[in-house]
């Protein structure tokens, strides 16, 4: 951080004239002050250089977002597409199975009448 201007002098004159304090005291207080100011407070320019900072860190953080946030869209977008691939092959196999089971069913009908058709005959 930057040093902040303070005039001591006119502090410790002020502190002797205004506050009634003795020249020793508004001296200790003006250079206490003044310490304080000096390693403690920023300054305008210490307030920009982080403002600055702070605003690069934020285009940063927001190019590597974006980034992640189109490699997770392609990775769902890869993940939709095998899932819709992986139903319609179940469908298929459902399908296939239902056909199968239809052919079973109506074999098992053609026996049964055929059956039945031969126990008439034969009583």
């Known amino acids: 951080m930057s040093a902040v201007a ?12 205004r506050g009634k304090l ?4 508004a001296e200790g207080v003006a250079e206490a002050l003044s310490t304080a100011f000096r390693d403690e407070i920023a300054t ?15 285009e940063r953080l927001d ?12 990775k769902i977008d890869t993940v939709e597409e095998r899932l819709n691939a992986k139903f319609e092959s179940l469908r298929a196999d459902i399908a296939r199975r239902d056909d199968r089971l239809t052919i079973k069913l109506g ?17």
Not at 22 to 25: D, K, R, S, V, Y
Request: no cysteine; net charge negative; aromatic share 2%.
């Open 6 to 17: 303070f005039d001591t002098l006119k502090l410790a004159r002020d502190l002797r004239e």
């Open 22 to 25: 003795t020249t020793e005291q």
């Open 44 to 58: 305008k320019a210490d307030v920009q250089a982080v403002s600055s900072d702070v605003r690069a860190t934020e």
């Open 63 to 74: 190019t590597k977002i974006d980034t992640v946030e189109e490699r997770l869209s392609t």
């Open 107 to 123: 074999g098992m009908l053609v026996v049964a009448v055929a059956v039945m058709a031969s126990l008439v005959k034969l009583l």
